[in-house]
């Protein structure tokens, strides 16, 4: 029995220690990127910077808590949708402040010699990641 219980003690304190890697890690990655400031340099709202802690905050808590719980999600459609579309808004800003930081499709487009087709790389990836949600949203999702 007691060793039962160490065992559970053991299993515990490694998986608290890999949540704190973990999110020690992707803050450092929002920080050292700056992509939170720079989100709220793009959008002009530097006054409101608690609610993005606080947003921040409580979205990974609740991501934490779906992820470990096993709630249904029995909510009508209009819900769905829209927390699909804070979702898609979230990690499009998300993936735009990661890209202009780092100028990645500059500088891959420079590397390949395909400078002058850069518009099109970008309006490929656009409408390759639309079409790829929308498949897996529409195959994936059991809408009632």
Do not use: C
Not at 7 to 26: D, R
Request: proline share 3%; charged share 10%.
């Amino acid at each position: 029995m007691i060793k039962i219980n160490m065992v559970y003690l053991f299993e515990s304190i490694i998986g608290f220690s890999s949540g704190l890697v973990i999110g020690a890690a992707f803050v450092a990655i929002l920080t050292v990127l700056g992509v939170i400031p720079r989100l709220i340099q793009l959008s002009h709202t530097g006054y409101s910077v608690n609610k993005f802690v606080f947003v921040l905050l409580l979205g990974g808590l609740f991501g934490t808590y779906l992820s470990f719980t096993n709630v249904p999600w029995n909510f009508p459609v209009i819900f769905l949708l829209l927390w699909g579309a804070f979702h898609g808004i979230f990690n499009g800003m998300l993936a735009a402040a990661l890209v202009e930081i780092l100028n990645v499709f500059p500088l891959l487009t420079k590397r390949i010699g395909l400078e002058r087709y850069l518009l099109v790389l970008l309006t490929a990836i656009v409408f390759g990641k639309v079409a790829g949600s929308l498949f897996q949203w529409m195959y994936f999702s059991k809408l009632p």
